[in-house]
């Protein structure tokens, strides 16, 4: 019983550093309910935990912190995807709730690494939250890393001689950078405000930081990934262009080559009485001759002009 | 009568928290005139709410606030269009009046909420003003998930196998976009201003926090869409010109293979005396059969470049 | 003699709120520096007055504030066209020293609005600075709709199914949103200078926060147009290409149709001895039958592809 | 020699108002050297005077001012070429120390101007630092406006029925205004740095304002001239496109009109026993007609959609 | 032992300027582990200092400065390929940590000048934080200068006449821009911080803001590199389309050209027995005249529009 368990903690005074842990899934509006009783979480808060999709953020009640974080995780079985949910927290002095939205951010080895850790329980609720933190940012650098793989791939596809259609496939990236930029770009300031406004117990400030560096480290991955990206979108567009037209130009010459014997031909072919070529001993040979040695002549040239 | 019912509330006194709500519709400027006197409005404020088209704003007059907040509505049975109007409001330390363009949002359902909210009631003006905020904003959530509704389907139908023109409707989404920017952007600094500069009662704060928040995400929402639309845009006109040129160079290439016939036929068609061939009793199968192998082979070759 | 109404002016004393106004249009330098001997003017902005083409920009100079507006005029009798002009104003505790360049922005109508409202007029020359200030802004507001309405039109015609080449239009309206932009957004910093540093009287101060709020409408108008124009030029250039391509292929279909009764009747017209059908008795409207039959059958498939 | 000109300068007293002025062009490591130990300038900005491409700057040290000015000259005989160099500066506050790097700023005119203006002259090293920063910006101003006539002969030559491939041109412009802007953008900071943290006698105050005026000036002109110009190459691709596209169509339907008598005459050059039309006495000039109708009546059909 | 040398630096006192300098090649975890006891090293710097690919950066641990500095490098041996690597350094008052990443940055050269320049080494630690700094960006501006040189040879490449694909040059620099921009665009802030926060001794100040001056240099010469390229991609694009439509219209003309005698000899090619020109004397040769006088017409006229 989670009003017991508080009521426990609180018994044992601030300094034995107890602190109580509720972890929900989904939750329904009635459930968290009855936790902001017990904890005195605010109406507004309790309303963005129950409803997913929210942006991350940190925000202060009294002495109650509220954050959510973004939890991504890369599914490169399927095409290339990225499933998002969120994490959000209720962090007090001596309580967090945290309310996970999405199925694939276990908390289990978050907690099992602390109760392991004497030195980070002891730092509480703060603690938590920056493991939670830190665990998700892990993730988004490693989904940073597969994305980076994903447009080296592209790249080679684009400029290898082979023909190949990547347009869908730099789109794809492309939406993607854009989620993990969402759900990266929102949680710089919050952190960078855990660490100016003196948010946590000041051991933990390190790590914060540390946390603000590697979201800034991913941030900057992705933006020079999107630089990229456009890049490469307007290089496969003119790859594209130049192939075809080069295509057309080759195809168009053969045509071109047919179209002189034809009308060579379509000459000889007419029905005059008087055509004294047509009464040559060697008029055919030397008329094919000549079809051929045009044909020749034409082929050379549109190879020195590289249409063929 | 408006002066009486300001007579009475001031009679009553500032402790008793009632204040006088008066509701306009488009008003002409000698209606508002009117009011100004009894409520002692800016006359450059009073101007601007006479007119249409304003920009989303917050400015202060002594002790009170004009405010000027877009309302949209998205109506998906036209083509997607979003409808734009605004609602005006000025508030006192006891009366609001609020004035509305456009014919989209009504202020009823709103009304209706304070009256049997006695608590929300309590906050006097600045709670209606918060109550019509979040609304707006609520519709501007709701059009943000519409219009990401729509670019997900022009999404799918730039990448299906099927060809479509969706230049229009990525042009239309684009449109959108922009003005659900111009009515969100302006509005959250006015957001911040009513928190930091203590504009409205201290409970109230959090709740236009909230409302800041909600037009963050919007905004962010928005952003994402609009860099997926200037992607979507140059990926569809890349689909374009690829698909044209696989067309292109199809048709050519049948082009190509009829040329071939007509050639050949020619030569035997000119009207030599000694064409040998002629006179050869299989000359004209072998001629025909010669005339299918050449087309078989070409299109054998084109077949395998992937040209027809 | 402006020397002379100087003197009468101090004479009278500052509680009189008796003021100079000299109006001058492109003086030449000798005019000015007789007036900046009157009026104490600094040479750096008796020098910038007198020539034209200065940016927006309010400076101060001891207690003589030196204001450059430009004045915008669209003349939609010849093709789309902003006029562009200044005006100067050196403001001073009892004089204005206006200087206009073009000769689209007379200042008569503000002189006699002046006149006739004595509250204004009792601001003195602030007043005066806040009248042409106000005209100008008027100016933009409606070159603003202008343009939002040549934007329209252009739209409509980008997307109507008749083919039209609406680049010059795209570019000249880009052009003219540059011009508006850059007579705009240099002015809303000092007309936030205005208010926030108190170079003017205090009951002015409302006026001027008006202008730079409809200076920030503009812009953001400006602002808004200007996306736009750049998704239009593009869908403008996708919607010719898809269109040429049409066109294109097309065309290419019916080059093919013809190529195959030219084949087929290539063959019958060769000159072998021994072509039995040539002798059978139906051999010609077979073939003739033949011919039909497979431009049907062609057309038959290009139509259903959509290429005729 | 200079150590005795500093002397006497030193000798005479501050209040003299006499300065010493050291102009050099390109020097040695060595010669620097010499006056640094005179003038006891720092070590790395001696560094950075010796070798050309410094980036435009103002640097403290001590109470010895650096300063590095980007000096253009636009080359309209040749090509559309901007040269560029450099002029550095060590202000002291009794002596001037100009290094020049490249050929085209003659600083004769600005000594002479100096020499003949005993009030500038009383400024002392600050004056010669105004001057020099004064002539680099009028260079500067003209520079934007031959761009700006470059520009404009572009847009004319893009959308003049006579076609022309303006790439290379717009590309060079592009070139130059980035040339310009480097030159421009980061010596707004030090202008105001001069003026703010007053580092110049109040005297020059206005004057350097004034600079910083005319660089903001330059600074939109160039921002404005770069939205221009991409919009130009974007129209200019849409032209060429356009055109192109016209050209295409226009052969195409060339090819189209002669294969229709081909195809005709093909069957009639037919060799079946029995083709009745072969005998009539008006099957000739009959069939030539038809041919006549069919190209005729093409030709207005391929009119009439533009095509030809 | 480094253990020793610590205790033998600390014994001399802080006045005797000695200090310990340890240099790591990519060390092992328990390594660094190591000295991270002797100096007290905080665990996430330690953490960081292992991993490579660290982004640019300057954290303060109580007394302690951790700083990353990206090393680059150009090969041009191979294609045109960026080599990067990472220099940490742990900054105490009398010690020095530095572990490299990547083979190409050596820090002997380092080590010798400063073993040869007492003055610099009496500044202790912050100088060699100060020449490995220096050294790196001088890289950078190397760099940069190579980078330009590829960009004016791709420049040249895409305005010669002759055809050439630069496209994926040009991608491949873009990136390689990215790229040194990630290296220089964080160090910036850390290099500013230094010198007004005071983190180095006072002497050292104008050495850290002469680097950072040489980053703000080369971020300003990658910056217009990087438009440069953006203009380029696209004028490239055009010059393809261009010539390609140039091409096609060539090959267009050529094809209709001999459309035109394919077309009059069919004619003649028909078997009506009444053609009075077949009879004809000079029917052959005035046919074949006609045939080359179209053909001449149609050439001049093609060549006359630029076709052919």
């Known amino acids: 019983d989670v009003a017991e368990a508080v009521r426990l903690v609180r018994a044992a005074g601030a300094g034995a550093g107890a602190f109580v842990w509720v972890g929900l899934h989904e939750p329904h509006a009635d459930e968290l309910a009855e936790l902001a009783t017990v904890f005195d979480l605010h109406k507004l808060a309790v309303e963005d935990a129950v409803h ?40 007090g002095p001596d309580f967090i709730v945290t309310v996970r939205h999405g199925e694939h951010f276990s908390l289990r080895p978050i907690r099992r690494a602390l109760e392991a850790d004497a030195e980070l329980l002891a730092q509480g609720p703060a603690g938590v939250l920056h493991a939670i933190a830190d665990r998700a940012v892990d993730d988004y650098l490693s989904i940073a890393d597969a994305l980076q793989e994903a447009l080296d791939e592209v790249e080679s596809s684009v400029f290898a001689p082979e023909r190949s259609n990547d347009v869908e496939r730099i789109y794809q990236l492309k939406r993607e950078l854009i989620e993990l930029k969402r759900a990266v770009a929102p949680l710089i300031q919050p952190m960078r405000d855990i660490v100016e406004r003196e948010l946590v117990p000041e051991e933990m400030s390190e790590y914060f930081r540390d946390v603000e560096d590697h979201l800034t480290r991913v ?90």
């Not at 991504?72 to 994490?87: A, C, H, P, T």
């Not at 020079?224 to 790859?239: F, P, W, Y």
């Open 52 to 91: 997913a999709h929210q942006r991350p953020k940190l925000e202060r009640y009294d002495d109650t912190l509220f954050s959510v974080v973004k939890t991504l995780r890369y599914r490169s079985d399927s095409s290339e995807v990225v499933e998002s949910g969120e994490i959000m927290a209720f962090i």
């Open 219 to 308: 941030k900057e991955h992705v933006e020079a990934c999107d630089e990229l990206l456009t890049s490469i979108l307007q290089a496969h567009l003119a790859q594209v262009t130049a192939a075809e037209s080069q295509d057309q130009r080759r195809m168009t010459a053969w045509v071109g080559l047919f179209a002189v014997p034809t009308a060579i031909a379509g000459i000889y072919g007419m029905n005059f009485d008087h055509m004294p070529e047509l009464n040559f001993r060697y008029g055919y040979p030397l008329t094919v001759l000549a079809i051929v040695g045009v044909c020749v002549f034409m082929w050379w040239r549109f190879r020195r002009n590289g249409w063929i």
